[in-house]
């Protein structure tokens, strides 16, 4: 008589199934979503898990990265930005920045460990939020000599979930970059 | 019981703290407001972080908070001018009446008042007020350097008020502390 039970093959499945399905569930997701409505209408919503796209960042050849020298300027500018990333982490939550344009409105404010950037114009309407604490993160582990797509990782490794970025154009397009 | 007391004591205790926090830190505002196309700039820091910002910068001019003045020729006791306006009474000291502009320098209260109305150009008006505190802290050494960062730490000082008014045919301006 057979006996009852999980086989051998399908408990391997069931625990392989079971471990993509943790993965997936702790891992952070990055969800890219584009809509384009002239001339060529089209929704493109493009998710990936964060640390995929870290690994897949680590193949880069290293020849390509040494092309993208960042201007010395910016390593001799250092502890200046590493000192007002650490002191905008510090302040306490405000609107630091309001511009009132005739065609625009934009707004900079600092909530929790975010930086929140809102422009309003008359042809798009855009929100970004920017982790501070990932941003200092990054930048305190970079080498300051050439552009590092770790430093996108490690920046959104910090952020919280929901919108990183939205772009409302008034042809109808949008661009949304959400976490997850 | 007691434990829901226990924790809305803690979330008082964490607000409290927050708020105080909050009530500590100073703030340096700066209001543009151009005339000609409307635009509208408001600026809002916290004195922390322009204080570690001036003192991270260290560019041609300026070096860590110290920027260096173009005064190398004159000799001039900068210490012994500003002790002398610090302990000059309350009164009127300078009134120039010209074709250009109007000059006013007056104290009152410790506080010194630098009004500047413009006949000509702009037709602007301007209004410096330079607390006490500012006088103490203005500050050149032997190297012709103004120590601005000192003169910023002495914001932390200051009472809650306007610095710097500008009113012009162009645009206003005003810097203030809170």
């Given at each position: 008589?057979?006996?009852?039970?999980?086989?051998?093959?399908?408990?391997?499945?069931?625990?392989?199934?079971?471990?993509?399905?943790?993965?997936?569930?702790?891992?952070?997701?990055?969800?890219?979503?584009?809509?384009?409505?002239d001339p060529d209408p089209m929704h493109i919503k493009v998710p990936f898990p964060l640390f995929i796209a870290n690994v897949a960042s680590s193949f880069v050849p290293?020849?390509?990265?040494?092309?993208?020298?960042?201007?010395?300027?910016?390593?001799?500018?250092?502890?200046?930005i590493l000192a007002a990333v650490t002191s905008l982490l510090e302040a306490p939550d405000s609107a630091l920045v309001k511009v009132n344009a005739p065609d625009a409105?934009?707004?900079?404010?600092?909530?929790?460990?975010?930086?929140?950037?809102?422009?309003?114009?008359?042809?798009?309407?855009?929100?970004?939020?920017?982790?501070?604490?990932?941003?200092?993160?990054?930048?305190?582990?970079?080498?300051?000599?050439?552009?590092?797509?770790?430093?996108?990782?490690?920046?959104?490794?910090?952020?919280?979930?929901?919108?990183?970025?939205?772009?409302?154009?008034?042809?109808?397009?949008?661009?949304?970059?959400?976490?997850? | 019981?007691?434990?829901?007391?226990?924790?809305?004591?803690?979330?008082?205790?964490?607000?409290?703290?927050?708020a105080v926090a909050t009530e500590g830190t100073r703030w340096i505002n700066v209001n543009v407001s151009e005339h000609a196309e409307g635009t509208n700039v408001e600026?809002?820091?916290?004195?922390?972080?322009?204080?570690?910002?001036?003192?991270?910068?260290?560019?041609?001019?300026?070096?860590?908070?110290?920027?260096?003045?173009?005064?190398?020729?004159?000799?001039?006791?900068?210490?012994?001018?500003?002790?002398?306006?610090?302990?000059?009474?309350?009164?009127?000291?300078?009134?120039?009446?010209?074709?250009?502009?109007?000059?006013?320098?007056?104290?009152?209260?410790?506080?010194?008042?630098?009004?500047?109305?413009?006949?000509?150009?702009?037709?602007?008006?301007?209004?410096?007020?330079?607390?006490?505190?500012?006088?103490?802290?203005?500050?050149?050494?032997?190297?012709?350097?103004?120590?601005?960062?000192?003169?910023?730490?002495?914001?932390?000082?200051?009472?809650?008020?306007?610095?710097?008014?500008?009113?012009?045919?162009?645009?206003?301006?005003?810097?203030?502390?809170?």
């Amino acid at each position: 008589m057979r006996e009852r039970g999980i086989s051998t093959i399908g408990g391997i499945l069931l625990a392989g199934l079971a471990g993509i399905l943790t993965a997936v569930a702790i891992t952070d997701w990055a969800v890219v979503d584009i809509q384009i409505v002239d001339p060529d209408p089209m929704h493109i919503k493009v998710p990936f898990p964060l640390f995929i796209a870290n690994v897949a960042s680590s193949f880069v050849p290293q020849e390509a990265l040494d092309e993208t020298e960042v201007p010395p300027e910016l390593a001799a500018n250092k502890e200046l930005i590493l000192a007002a990333v650490t002191s905008l982490l510090e302040a306490p939550d405000s609107a630091l920045v309001k511009v009132n344009a005739p065609d625009a409105h934009v707004e900079v404010s600092k909530i929790g460990d975010n930086l929140l950037v809102a422009v309003d114009a008359d042809d798009a309407t855009v929100r970004c939020t920017v982790p501070l604490d990932g941003v200092l993160y990054a930048l305190e582990q970079w080498d300051w000599k050439t552009f590092d797509p770790d430093l996108i990782f490690d920046t959104l490794g910090k952020a919280d979930n929901g919108p990183l970025v939205t772009v409302d154009v008034d042809d109808g397009t949008k661009v949304a970059v959400n976490l997850w | 019981m007691t434990r829901k007391i226990t924790a809305i004591a803690a979330a008082a205790i964490l607000f409290a703290g927050f708020a105080v926090a909050t009530e500590g830190t100073r703030w340096i505002n700066v209001n543009v407001s151009e005339h000609a196309e409307g635009t509208n700039v408001e600026v809002h820091l916290p004195l922390n972080l322009v204080m570690s910002v001036l003192r991270s910068v260290d560019v041609d001019n300026f070096h860590r908070g110290q920027i260096d003045l173009d005064i190398d020729d004159t000799d001039v006791d900068w210490a012994e001018i500003f002790a002398a306006v610090k302990e000059a009474p309350d009164g009127q000291f300078v009134t120039v009446d010209s074709h250009d502009a109007k000059v006013n320098v007056s104290k009152q209260g410790g506080t010194l008042f630098i009004n500047v109305d413009e006949i000509d150009g702009d037709n602007a008006k301007v209004k410096v007020t330079v607390p006490v505190e500012f006088m103490d802290a203005m500050s050149i050494n032997e190297s012709s350097q103004i120590d601005v960062a000192a003169l910023l730490e002495s914001f932390d000082r200051l009472p809650s008020g306007d610095l710097v008014t500008v009113e012009s045919d162009d645009a206003n301006v005003r810097v203030w502390i809170e």
